[in-house]
């Protein structure tokens, strides 16, 4: 499995979003089985509406994540690049 498939398996999973629920964090997936009382009242509120919507990174990541997440993802659907070879690219950018 591709290192970033492992990554958004992980974040796109119910346990991440547990965890996240927990420290009153935003996450992109539904939770189950969360104490509600380690939760902020509008964390609550928060994570009853998220049970009604499907998985969304947007809550996730800030703007600058998601761009750099987003920037390269069509290419690799489409076989124009490999995920290594972005990583690659976006490794030079940033030196």
Request: no cysteine; proline share 4%; glycine share 4%.
């Amino acid at each position: 499995m591709l290192i970033i498939e492992k990554f958004f398996k992980a974040i796109g999973s119910s346990e991440f979003a547990n965890i996240q629920a927990e420290n009153n964090g935003t996450h992109a997936y539904q939770t189950s089985n969360v104490a509600t009382s380690k939760i902020t009242p509008l964390m609550n509120e928060y994570n009853k509406m998220m049970e009604t919507v499907p998985m969304n990174l947007a809550v996730t990541f800030s703007p600058a994540v998601l761009d750099v997440m987003y920037s390269g993802l069509q290419e690799i659907i489409i076989e124009v690049i490999t995920p290594n070879e972005l990583a690659q690219k976006k490794l030079q950018k940033s030196v």
